[in-house]
């Protein structure tokens, strides 16, 4: 699958400088969507996932297939405020900013073998931060999956010890 021909480079987005990977076109694709939660959901199979996580909102859209694919939960990652119980936060940098995120109190069980799904690494501020709220929760991240990794941007650094899996690279 040339998955690369469903990604369309969007310049100046969302701040000039930036081009944003447009993953829509992945998503209109039957084929090129079946085949990213395909690859992603044997990459949680093999690191015997109990639970996706998913950060707002394109880790949503994949995660959510995957923990179906994989008939495990899906607990998600969210934007302060949105939650309507009690929740853990943590706050973390973007690529053209800073963000905060919130996962329930309750979303993971101690011991939960958890991965972590998002459309893309790029500093991988998101991912550890999701990772903090999992691990503050007694969850342990086995693997963070991406559908892709800008390189220059150097995510890894921020997740290092972390196993990643990803499709695409920048």
Do not use: W
């Amino acid at each position: 699958m040339q998955l690369k021909d469903y990604v369309k480079d969007i310049p100046d987005f969302p701040e000039k400088g930036i081009i944003f990977r447009d993953i829509t076109p992945i998503l209109q694709s039957p084929e090129a969507f079946s085949y990213v939660i395909d690859q992603i959901a044997a990459f949680a199979k093999e690191k015997g996932a109990d639970l996706i996580v998913g950060p707002e909102a394109r880790g949503f859209i994949v995660g959510c297939p995957v923990a179906y694919a994989l008939n495990i939960g899906f607990s998600p990652a969210r934007k302060p405020g949105k939650l309507p119980r009690e929740t853990e936060s943590f706050k973390y940098d973007l690529e053209y900013g800073t963000n905060q995120i919130e996962m329930h109190a309750d979303a993971i069980r101690p011991g939960q073998k958890v991965v972590v799904i998002d459309d893309l690494l790029a500093t991988g501020g998101t991912i550890h931060a999701t990772r903090e709220i999992v691990e503050k929760l007694g969850g342990q991240v086995v693997g963070a999956a991406f559908i892709i990794e800008l390189k220059d941007l150097k995510g890894r650094e921020a997740i290092q010890d972390l196993d990643i899996f990803r499709l695409l690279t920048y």
